[in-house]
């Protein structure tokens, strides 16, 4: 019986494959009251070749179901073989309560397949944080201290990241609801969201065409609503159509880094009133080619192992004195910055990888190859991550003018440097099948299997021949104590007669 139980394990020992793992892609998911909706996104960061079922669970924190949110039970989530990632809708609910931030806690359950085909990882839980929009115009929030026209009938909330503001119907009778006419000083920045009674803008600091002033103790960003309103007249002499320009500002209490806000993976905008900095933004994009002139936009990106990848980063602001440091570019086979496992390629400046093509110098942009690779745990995901700083370009004494420099132990970066750190990524980059995919898969599947088969026997054989070699030693040994006891009675009758 033991050696049947060695020898199935040894056989699953021999065919499992690495286990799907299913997680959360952050810890904490931030959503505007007024978005309605929060979307959470599940990750396959293990084998995408595997399926899995799961059970999302959402419960209570500060926030209540069917008051705060709509009550979601029996939430369900379906991997199939190929999948990296799935979005889940949590329905938010706007009110009209002035409130603090309130939270929904979730967490995931595996219901099949049993392990060690799929398990859940580390973020296993995580937090959606409803950010309130019910504020008074004169109130503060987030450290946004608001000042506006006091004869402007209008609501804003000041974020750290972005500006809320709110026109209701009833201020403004006959109000023309067309983009054409209702609009920011961006005529393009139009509002997000409308309804019978209200529409709302949503932008951030830097978007819409929004001006900066600096008092020296605060600095204030300053935008316009152009609306068209006026009752129609019933009289044709006469009109009452007009437009109006309503101006308005949010004022921060002036720090180092105000706010990091990323839309997507690959950009970050660093909104800062550290003299010599103010804002700016990081990107990072993977080329087509070494023209570096058109990014991919379209991910999972096929490559040939071996073929060169090409990437760029870059910082952008409104001054040209800014240039950016690439303290750590590396590879990983997840969306997540800290995952496992990882390949180094850039580092302080310097080169940790034998095929990189890379330049640096003291400059705002940057790009660099490096051939295609895959990890050996047999990982079909590859993505690219950079951790990125700035500096300014007449600071010679900055990690930016020093660059690479492998023999000397650097200091440790400060906390402001690290506050104008981003990190940013690109990818999935998953490897070219080749055209033959079928056939030599048919072979190495047959090769495989061949190989396994010959591992089954060659257990068989082993354990079916020392089985035969005990029987054959047990035979011998009984035959022996046989002839024995048959000498014995002879000689004992023997001696009776």
Request: proline letters at 4%; hydrophobic letters at 35%; charged letters at 25%.
């Amino acid at each position: 019986m033991r050696g049947f139980i060695s020898l199935a394990f040894l056989i699953h020992m021999c065919l499992a494959q690495d286990p799907a793992v299913f997680q959360f892609r952050s810890g904490e998911f931030r959503v505007s009251e007024s978005v309605l909706n929060a979307v959470v996104v599940i990750e396959n960061v293990g084998n995408t070749s595997e399926s899995g079922t799961l059970s999302v669970n959402v419960a209570d924190g500060t926030a209540v179901s069917g008051e705060d949110y709509a009550p979601t039970a029996g939430l369900r989530v379906l991997f199939s073989a190929g999948d990296a990632s799935k979005e889940v809708t949590i329905p938010i609910t706007d009110d009209d309560v002035i409130e603090s931030d309130e939270t929904i806690q979730l967490s995931l359950r595996l219901l099949g397949p049993s392990r060690p085909s799929a398990t859940i990882g580390s973020v296993g839980s995580a937090t959606i944080l409803i950010i309130d929009n019910d504020v008074p115009p004169s109130a503060s929030n987030g450290g946004g201290n608001i000042t506006l026209n006091t004869e402007a009938k209008i609501d804003i909330v000041c974020r750290p990241d972005y500006i809320e503001v709110t026109l209701k119907f009833a201020d403004y009778p006959g109000i023309v609801v067309n983009d054409s006419v209702l609009h920011l000083e961006d005529m393009n920045c139009v509002a997000g969201y409308k309804d019978d009674e209200m529409v709302k803008f949503t932008f951030g600091l830097e978007e819409c065409k929004t001006m900066q002033e600096d008092d020296g103790k605060r600095i204030y960003y300053n935008n316009m609503v152009y609306l068209k309103a006026g009752l129609p007249p019933n009289d044709t002499k006469i009109i009452r159509d007009h437009y109006e320009v309503i101006p308005f500002k949010c004022g921060y209490d002036k720090k180092t880094v105000l706010s990091k806000v990323s839309y997507n993976p690959q950009s970050t905008i660093i909104l800062s009133n550290a003299e010599g900095i103010g804002n700016f933004t990081y990107f990072m994009d993977m080329y087509e080619d070494g023209s570096n002139s058109v990014a991919v936009t379209k991910f999972p990106k096929e490559v040939g192992l071996g073929q060169k990848m090409y990437f760029g980063f870059r910082v952008e602001s409104g001054d040209n004195e800014l240039v950016v440091f690439p303290d750590l570019c590396k590879a990983t086979a997840s969306s997540s910055y800290d995952s496992t496992p990882e390949h180094l390629i850039i580092e302080k400046a310097c080169s940790r990888d034998n095929t990189l093509e890379y330049d640096y110098g003291a400059k705002a942009e940057h790009f660099f190859n490096v051939a295609a690779f895959r990890f050996k745990e047999n990982y079909d995901d590859v993505f690219i991550h950079c951790k990125l700083t700035v500096c300014r370009k007449a600071d010679d004494q900055s990690r930016c003018a020093k660059g690479c420099q492998p023999s000397k132990r650097r200091r440790r970066s400060s906390t402001e440097e690290e506050e104008f750190s981003a990190d940013l990524y690109v990818g999935p980059m998953k490897l070219k099948r080749p055209e033959n995919e079928e056939a030599e898969t048919k072979h190495y599947t047959e090769s495989e299997t061949d190989s396994n088969m010959v591992m089954l026997v060659a257990v068989l054989v082993g354990v079916l021949g020392t089985v035969a070699i005990g029987l054959i030693v047990a035979v011998v040994v009984i035959s022996r104590r046989r002839a024995s006891v048959k000498k014995g009675a002879a000689l004992i009758v023997a001696e009776e007669i």
